[in-house]
Structure formats: structure tokens, C-alpha cells
């Protein structure tokens, strides 16, 4: 199983910023997909969970800003992220999910927010 994640670089406060995560697993569709991420300094965190049964979790700070999406038929998960404060900066972690079956990182993305 690998999970690639991109889309990360430059984004100024108030901007908007998608994340990429493509997998290749061989049913896509059973797994939890979330975003996790590590700003320097902290521990690495949930950003957003999105599971096979369509239900979502959203880490506080990020509510009303960001929404996680998926596509099954690509094989891939989308954090979309909208008014990034400075605060989101932080390397973005992707994570596939499935009781039983495994856990699953990809290498991060980078998203700094700076004006």
C-alpha cells in the first residue's frame, strides 16, 4: 500500500490550498481516509477523517475552513482548504485506515501559510 500525498507549498492567510492523496490499495473504498498534520515543535494531530461510511470528524480549529473529500473511483482523498491562518502551517499527513487490515502514511506534504 502507498499513499501519495501532494498539493502542499505557499498559500497566503485567507487563501485557498487543495491537498492530493492517491493510493493504491486494492479496494480503496472500505478504508477511512483522514489528514493528519505536524507543525515544528508539536505533535502530529487530526485534521479530518472521512470514513467508507461517509461520516466525518473535523479537529475544531478547522471547522467551517476545511472540508475532506473522496473520490472511490480515483482511488484518492481531497482536503480542501479554504481562509488557512497561519496556525495550519504544518507538514499534512495522509492516512488510510481499516480495522483488521492496516494503517497506512504517506510522506507529507508541506503547506506553509504566510502573506
Known amino acids: 500500500v502507498q499513499l501519495q500525498a501532494s498539493g502542499g507549498g505557499l498559500v497566503q492567510p485567507g487563501g485557498s490550498l487543495r491537498l492530493t492523496c492517491e493510493a493504491s490499495?486494492?479496494?480503496?473504498?472500505?478504508?477511512?481516509m483522514g489528514w493528519y498534520r505536524q507543525a515544528p515543535g508539536k505533535q502530529r494531530e487530526l485534521v479530518a477523517v472521512?470514513?467508507?461510511?461517509?461520516?466525518?470528524n473535523y479537529a475544531d480549529s478547522v471547522k467551517g475552513r476545511f472540508t475532506i473529500s473522496r473520490d472511490n473511483a480515483k482511488n484518492t482523498a481531497y482536503l480542501q482548504m479554504n481562509s488557512p491562518k497561519f496556525e495550519d502551517t504544518a507538514v499534512y499527513y495522509c492516512?488510510?485506515?481499516?480495522?483488521?487490515?492496516?494503517?497506512?502514511w504517506g510522506k507529507g506534504t508541506l503547506v506553509t501559510v504566510s502573506s
Open positions: 492516512n488510510a485506515h481499516k480495522r483488521d487490515l492496516g494503517d497506512y
Open positions: 490499495i486494492r479496494i480503496f473504498s472500505i478504508y477511512d
Open positions: 472521512l470514513t467508507s461510511a461517509y461520516s466525518t
